[in-house]
């Protein structure tokens, strides 16, 4: 299981294993009959349209970042190949001069990448909180609506029938109602390519 799905079911535990504010519905409930239910989460997670969204987008991002970092990397060998080409004409304090250069900018970039990382995995748990509260909402709403005191994850129940899951119907509500969530990281600063 990754970290990202590991986060998101740790999430979701403390928003759904908890009671559920019982309201009075115009109507009686159709269905399910019991005052629990289960709605599997891990589902949820692979089938709900923002879901498949926000992991384009990382997806999307993480290409448009190793497209990035590989471009940098070229620059940096070309110019290590540059310096070791030069080193029979250069004197000794402008090599010096010139590899002080060159391994700043291998730091920066070894920085820079460490830091993509961490705004990409900013963004994308932003946006994944974003989403659990568009899933919280629609769970209260389907628990208001059948009368639910408890919804609890399918997984921690040993055992559940059918009837007892929610699972379709706060899919089919997620979807129904789902709203751009758009991963918006922060521009990092790029490694500038020193003239030969």
Do not use: W
């Not at 589902?43 to 990382?58: C, G, L, T």
């Not at 900018?105 to 932003?126: F, G, M």
């Not at 379709?168 to 918006?184: G, H, K, M, N, Y």
């Amino acid at each position: 299981m990754t970290r990202s799905r590991r986060l998101f079911l740790f999430l979701l535990y403390d928003l759904l294993f908890l009671p559920v504010a019982r309201a009075e519905p115009a109507q009686p409930p159709s269905s399910p009959s019991s005052s629990i239910a289960v709605v599997d989460i891990e589902y949820i997670h692979d089938h709900a349209k923002e879901m498949a969204s926000i992991r384009e987008q990382v997806e999307n991002l993480r290409a448009a970042y190793q497209e990035e970092i590989a471009t940098l990397e070229r620059q940096l060998r070309e110019e290590r190949q540059f310096l070791d080409g030069d080193r029979g004409t250069l004197s000794s304090e402008e090599r010096e001069v010139r590899e002080r250069t060159f391994e700043s900018k291998e730091e920066h970039l070894r920085q820079l990448v460490r830091r993509l990382k961490t705004q990409l995995e900013r963004a994308l748990e932003s946006a994944k909180e974003e989403f659990l509260k568009h899933f919280q909402s629609v769970v209260s709403q389907i628990a208001r609506t059948h009368h639910l005191s408890l919804v609890v994850i399918k997984s921690a129940a040993p055992y559940a029938s059918e009837e007892c899951d929610i699972t379709r119907q706060v899919l089919e509500r997620l979807d129904a109602t789902a709203q751009p969530i758009t991963l918006s990281p922060t521009k990092e600063e790029k490694v500038e390519k020193s003239s030969p």
